[in-house]
């Protein structure tokens, strides 16, 4: 990705914490932030997304959604599963 590009990974943390790393961010000149999520997180990353552009930045905007399946091995047990994962592009 270029550095006009960041991408944030969303996971467990609060949501509040997500959309200060998306302003931090912004704030470094780059001019699209990525929020990736999969799984259960993909609800918390649309919270993210929304707050941030609903709350903090009101010019920004959801420039591109990518949604997709990825196949999960366990170690332990050798079964595969499948989880749901996203991507927004969100530009300043």
Known sequence: MSSETSTILI????VLSYVLAAMTAFQNNNKTVVLKARGRAISRAVDVAQVLINRFLTTAKVSKIEIGTEKLQN??????????????????
């Not at 170690?75 to 300043?92: F, R, Y």
């Open 11 to 14: 996971g467990k943390k609060p």
């Open 75 to 92: 170690k332990e047990t050798g079964t595969t599963s499948n989880v749901s994962t996203i991507e927004i592009h969100v530009s300043a």
